[in-house]
């Protein structure tokens, strides 16, 4: 069983500040990497994919991937009250996707 | 809208009593897949489906079927259900080969079997 741990939190932050979550796997060949939200009782959605080495940003919200120490982060800038949710990582490759249990996020007004 | 549509969102069903969760997706996707999600052990892999006729099995394929006779309908078959089958489903689609460019979920299932 592949495996990819998260620290299942809940992690609070202020509002305003800069939520980082993180994510760690073991499968060392994986080349597919996610992040899903996930608010109470409603389904997973994709809010980033990153495939290489390094930062992708998109709007607040950026992911970093780092394959040689295996780990994959997640920051959200500008944190909101609306971001509070379960913060899911998906790592795998061609048909096969390992989740995390998630992080459970509490965004503070 | 481009969607994934399960029914039902809720069941409850007896030890031993056939059911089937259907999912139908309308963005035409060849991937699709069934994941449950149980407390503490997140989403794991029920069972894929790469194109029509072709499916095999995720992590936790037993006591379920599937099948895919048309493009937009994977359905989840349960012969016969257990309690240990009790959670939430979700059914996902994905335009990448293989999902690898993510998915889009389903509202899920809630299943309850006493």
């Known amino acids: 069983q592949k495996e990819v741990e998260q620290n299942s939190g809940p992690l609070s932050v202020p509002e305003g500040a800069i939520a980082s979550l993180n994510c760690t796997y073991s499968?060392?060949?994986?080349?597919?990497f996610f992040w899903y939200r996930q608010y109470s009782g409603k389904s997973p959605e994709l809010i980033m994919s990153?495939?290489?080495?390094g930062d992708k940003e998109d709007g607040r919200f950026t992911a970093q991937l780092n394959k040689a120490s295996q780990y994959v982060s997640l920051l959200i800038r500008d944190s909101q009250p609306s971001d509070s949710a379960t913060y899911l990582c998906?790592?795998?490759?061609?048909?096969?996707?390992?989740f995390g249990s998630g992080t459970k996020l509490n965004v503070k007004p | 809208e481009a969607q994934v549509t399960q029914n039902p969102r809720y069941l409850i069903t007896v030890t031993g009593k056939k059911l089937t969760v259907t999912c139908s997706q309308n963005?035409?996707?060849?991937?699709m897949s069934w994941y449950r999600q149980d407390p503490g052990l997140g989403l794991r892999q029920i069972y894929y489906?790469?194109?029509?006729?072709?499916?095999d099995k995720g992590d936790v394929p037993e006591g379920y079927k599937v099948s895919r006779k048309e493009k937009r309908n994977f359905p989840l078959i349960l012969e016969s259900p257990s309690p240990n089958q009790t959670s939430l489903y979700f059914c996902?689609?994905?335009?990448?080969?293989?999902?690898?460019?993510?998915?889009?979920f389903g509202s899920g299932t809630r299943l309850t079997v006493v």
């Open positions: 998906a790592v795998g490759n061609f048909n096969k996707f390992y």
């Open positions: 996902a689609s994905s335009g990448g080969e293989g999902g690898v460019y993510g998915y889009t």
């Open positions: 963005m035409n996707h060849e991937y």
């Open positions: 489906s790469m194109n029509v006729e072709v499916t």
């Open positions: 499968d060392r060949v994986s080349q597919s």
């Open positions: 990153i495939y290489s080495n």
